[in-house]
């Protein structure tokens, strides 16, 4: 099969979508296929282009086997609604110049938000090469950001809602990547026959316990007789990480106990100043980290968080993180509900407590703190779940299945 797989963010970029995309597009094109992933500028979550891309408009590339077309986009920081609407506008608009025009004999498009913009791009290119495409949702949009109060103005949401609705019944399938996501979609009237779940997973080759690396980053970091309660990943609005600065002023008679949290967002530059305010010596923070240091972060730290925002709409969100997690054979403790909850629940490899529950969080963070032997049957109990159920070459496959199945249709 030819592939063409769009989606605003690729590698080198470290975000959930990028790893999904990367990973998948590779395993497809190891098993014999032509995949061409059409992308941006990398630019996320800080809005830098890095000086190897300025001035780009359109260029192609190679990953391994996969082919890569990245396309210009008005790079912005991971913040404010009007700007990131305009960053994935001008994606839209790039991707349809530079990147439809070149997509004669495709067999297959498979198109992934969060913002659905580019999928009216690929709708346009179903239109114009009658080639089929899955519109694959990662987030409910534009309801998580009526959920989290940024879109407010009736007229615009319902103009929105009733596009994505247009938008899901001209895709010949929607890949969703929770059953409760699925369900909410039946519930709006798609037949369950048009939507199907391919969740997200990991890479067990790349993410796998690796107690050399962590020892040799807890060294340079200055952490060897530190207990270490990792975060890493998008210091955003939906993860409630102010909630954990609450956790270290609680915890400040444990003085060994060192939140690192590592990354960038929208909530960064306020996270930093309320720590700073609230005078917290157990509170490090760092910039993003490439990709592939990320699994020797998980290694060095004792314990690593999983939160999310206590809004009705993060129940059906699962974080791709705690897979990768998982797999790292390292302990969680996640502050979820639904879904997520019962995934890790069922790994036995966390404690899970109620979104921002800040006491909640501190009797299990002292409990994991205090029993080394918990964590590692955790650790164990994890990395063995994930390996037999979210090996993401394993989700790959079952993914393959559907598209062929559209293209046979």
Known sequence: MRIAYFCQYFVPETAAPAARVSEMARA????????????????????????????????????????????????????????????????????????????????VMVVSSPSFFVVMTVCFAHWVWRRPFIFEVRDLWPGVFVELGVLRNRWIIRALEALEMFLYRRAALVVVVTESFRDVLVARGLPESHVAVITNGVDTEAFRPDPDAGRALRSTQHLDEKFVVLYIGAHGISQALSRFLDLATRLHDADDIVFQFVGDGAEKQALVARAEAMGLTNVRFLPSQPRSTVPAWYAAADVVLVPLRNIPVFDTFIPSKMFEILASARPILASVRGEARGILERSGGALVVDPEDVEAMEQALRRLRAEPALRTELAERGAEFVRREYDRNTLAGRYLELLEGVIVR
């Open 28 to 107: 497809w094109a190891d098993a014999g296929h032509e995949v061409t992933v059409v992308t941006g500028l990398p630019n996320h979550p800080t809005g830098v282009v890095p000086d190897a891309y300025r001035g780009v408009w359109f260029r192609r590339e190679t990953l391994g086997r996969v082919a890569v077309w990245r396309n210009w986009l008005y790079a912005t920081p991971n913040e404010g609604f009007v700007k990131k609407a305009l960053c994935h506008l001008s994606f839209m608009v790039s991707t349809l110049v530079f990147s439809v025009p070149r997509l004669r004999g495709t067999d």
